[in-house]
């Protein structure tokens, strides 16, 4: 149980997949901008990650690692993401059509967010078992939910401020990133103190 | 109507399906026109997609196997010169020893991934190589030790790691790695501030003192290792 | 838009003005995580232009047969087949780089610059302009990973290409800074990048629209008219009113 805790805060805090590892960017400096979108879309990415875990773990190992076909991953993988996604829009439409309006076309652009692609091949790399794997998903759904909230705080000031005309709008909001980011590297070494 | 993002223009999903040419009245349906065609002609795609890529791995497995074989052996006498190596079975040792390998190991996230005896062309043992799998600022810290016969550290080779760029990163120098070389394992290493007693204190690297203990902790781990062997009368 | 373009301009536009990453913010993950060191950069911009010059070829020679229902699913099969082969490729011959990349290689899959181009270009275009589409875009890319991987490689670690710098080693007259080497790095010198590029860009459209201006024999008070775009060129300047 120690150990799914602490998978749970590195991949909120420490290996946080947007501030540390630069993974979802685009939906990072995309969604940002409003707080309401920000939530609807980290909730979708979380549900999304859950499902494609659950998907695809059992996917690698059960059957292109007996078949010795484990080469075909990332095409197995995507595709699986994207017929979710897909699926998961379908059901949207028609039982939440106001979230589904809401998230309009950012919910398609999650086949693309390379995060999701990024966890369920990260659970393979790091050899987790099936329930590792979906502490990890869900940790790193939670870590992009946290940094997206923390940075659409930070951008609503920023927005406010007089910006010099060069560094005026994406420019700017990077450096904001950056400065969250660094704010981020107090978390090293955390988790060894917390969890020896 | 959802707001028009720049990534709206490369996912059209929304976007309008341009229509197709119209058919003559009474001119034999088309197979494009099949209600189940959209989804053959992704059955084909993906078809030819995946024994294009069967392929390539074909071409590319024995290779690949190679560059795995060589980059370990590589390693292995990075860490231990020998003719040869004999791997060990740490399965059997671990069931006929549980106890005793367990206190190898330590406390701590750690793991011995492979052992070895090195021999020379003459068939003597040179001494014990040993992949650790541990962690220090980041998991997938990965090691090659090496402990010559006389007891001490033949040689330390950093195989893999995710620790941090100009601080972590820095246990792979000489410059810290020096600390440990052709010392005698018998009693054990330390960071330098910590070492008490016959312990050998070891420099750590300014501000990584985390990814240098879990590195130091690794080399530990096989001395005692390799102590376990030689009890065993291995 | 709708005129001809010569197929050097299909190559060049993808530097500045088009620049996948720069101008159309597009593969940003992998420019801000593989931008450590210029010699990943390198290796990272020649395996993602493989996969869009591949894929924009397939996609183009494919693109009366692929049924517009699954074109999205069909497009992302045949780049995940191109990334596959890069990656088995990378695996089997050059190891070290596979190693370097790691997860950003499967992850050249979801890079929005190639499904972006599939979608805008490919699909609509011959194979030989898809080709040289693919080509220069994955030139800009490279070109910006390059950029991006220089300044942070120089003033984070002192090195280029592995190679020691002198004046900014340990002991030289300027430290590393260590931080560009680092995520908070990485979004800083891209939020600088973004803004120069940007600021490149407009130079080239307002020169631009300035040639045009002076063809259409303007003068040179018309340079800063936020009209000038759209005029077709003023009389004799009214004493003491504006142009």
Redesign the interface.
């Known amino acids: 149980m120690k150990a799914l805790i602490a998978i749970l805060f590195t991949s909120i805090l420490v290996?946080n997949f947007v501030?540390?590892?630069?993974?979802?960017?685009?939906p990072f400096?995309?969604v940002s901008k409003n707080l309401n979108t920000a939530m609807g879309m980290s909730v979708a990415v979380i549900f999304v990650m859950l499902l494609s875990t659950a998907i695809t773990w059992p996917l690698y190992m059960l059957v292109l690692v007996p078949l010795h076909?484990t080469?075909?991953?990332?095409?197995v993988f995507?595709?699986s993401i994207?017929?979710l996604v897909q699926f998961v829009e379908t059901i949207m439409k028609k039982s939440m059509p106001p979230l589904y309006?809401a998230l309009?076309?950012?919910l398609?652009?999650i086949?693309?967010?390379?995060a999701v692609?990024?966890v369920t091949?990260?659970n393979i790399?790091?050899q987790y078992d099936f329930l590792q794997s979906m502490f990890n998903s869900l940790g790193v759904g939670v870590g992009f939910m946290l940094a997206l909230f923390l940075f659409a705080g930070v951008r609503s000031r920023v927005d406010k401020a007089d910006v010099p005309k060069?560094?005026k709008?994406?420019?700017?909001?990077?450096?904001a990133?950056?400065?969250v980011?660094?704010s981020f590297?107090g978390f090293?070494?955390m988790i060894?103190k917390l969890f020896? | 109507m959802?707001?028009?993002?720049?990534?709206?223009h490369m996912?059209g999903?929304?976007a309008p399906t341009p229509p197709e040419a119209p058919r003559e009245p009474g001119a034999r349906p088309r197979l494009k026109d099949h209600l189940v065609w959209p989804a053959i002609a992704l059955f084909i795609i993906?078809a030819i997609?995946?024994a294009a890529?069967?392929a390539t791995?074909a071409l590319t497995a024995d290779p690949i196997a190679k560059q795995l074989a060589l980059a370990k052996n590589e390693a292995r006498q990075a860490a231990l010169q020998a003719a040869s190596f004999e791997p060990i079975d740490l399965a059997a040792l671990q069931a006929a020893d549980p106890n005793g390998y367990a206190a190898a190991l330590g406390?701590?996230k750690r793991a011995f991934s492979e052992a070895s005896y090195g021999n020379d062309a003459s068939g003597a043992t040179t001494g014990l190589v040993v992949l650790v799998d541990t962690r220090g600022?980041?998991?997938?810290l990965q090691i090659m030790i090496g402990i010559a016969a006389d007891g001490t550290v033949s040689g330390i080779r950093v195989l893999a790691d995710s620790e941090?760029p100009g601080l972590g990163k820095k246990i792979r120098d000489d410059a810290f790695l020096k600390g440990l070389l052709g010392k005698p394992t018998a009693n054990g290493f330390a960071v330098a501030k910590l070492a008490t007693g016959d312990v050998v204190p070891v420099d750590a690297v300014t501000g990584a003192t985390?990814s240098s203990k879990a590195l130091i902790d690794a080399v530990n781990a096989v001395a005692r290792l390799n102590a376990l062997l030689q009890k065993g009368g291995a | 838009m709708a005129e001809k373009k010569s197929w050097i301009s299909e190559i060049t536009k993808g530097f500045v003005k088009e620049n996948p990453v720069l101008r159309l913010?597009?593969g940003?993950?992998?420019t801000?995580?593989v931008t450590t060191s210029v010699e990943n950069g390198i290796g990272m911009g020649i395996a993602a232009t493989f996969v869009l010059i591949g894929s924009n070829v397939a996609i183009s020679a494919l693109r009366k047969f692929i049924p517009d229902k699954v074109r999205?699913?069909a497009y992302?099969?045949i780049i995940?087949?191109f990334?596959?082969i890069v990656?088995?490729l990378l695996k089997a011959f050059v190891p070290a780089l596979d190693k370097a990349l790691g997860?950003f290689i499967?992850?050249i899959?979801?890079?929005?610059i190639i499904?972006a181009r599939a979608e805008m270009f490919a699909n609509k275009n011959p194979v030989g302009a898809s080709a040289l589409d693919g080509l220069g875009m994955g030139l800009g890319f490279t070109t910006a990973l390059i950029v991006m991987g220089t300044i942070r490689e120089v003033l984070g670690n002192g090195t280029l290409l592995g190679h020691p710098i002198p004046v900014l080693q340990n002991g030289g007259m300027i430290e590393p800074i260590l931080?560009f080497v680092?995520?908070?790095?990485?979004?800083?010198v891209?939020?600088?990048l973004?803004?120069t590029a940007?600021?490149l860009s407009d130079g080239i459209d307002r020169r631009a629209v300035a040639k045009g201006l002076k063809k259409a024999g303007a003068r040179p008070e018309c340079e800063n008219c936020a009209a000038a775009p759209g005029c077709a060129g003023c009389g004799p300047l009214p004493t003491g009113g504006e142009g």
């Not at chain 1, 080469?71 to 095409?75: E, N, Q, R």
């Not at chain 2, 600022?137 to 997938?140: H, L, N, P, S, W």
């Open positions: 290996d501030l540390s590892k630069f993974l979802g960017i685009c400096l995309g076909v080469f075909l991953y990332t095409l995507i595709l994207a017929a309006k309009g076309i950012y398609p652009l086949t693309t967010n390379c692609l990024g091949v990260l790399d790091k060069f560094l709008g994406l420019p700017i909001t990077l450096i990133a950056s400065l980011s660094l590297f090293k070494g060894e020896g | 959802p707001e028009m993002h720049d990534h709206a996912h999903s929304s993906c997609t995946t890529l069967g791995n406390t701590g600022y980041a998991d997938g941090t985390i | 913010i597009l940003t993950c992998p801000l995580a999205i699913p992302i099969t995940a087949g990334v596959t990656q088995l997860i499967p992850l899959v979801v890079n929005c499904l931080i680092l995520a908070p790095g990485g979004f800083f891209f939020g600088l973004v803004a940007q600021r």
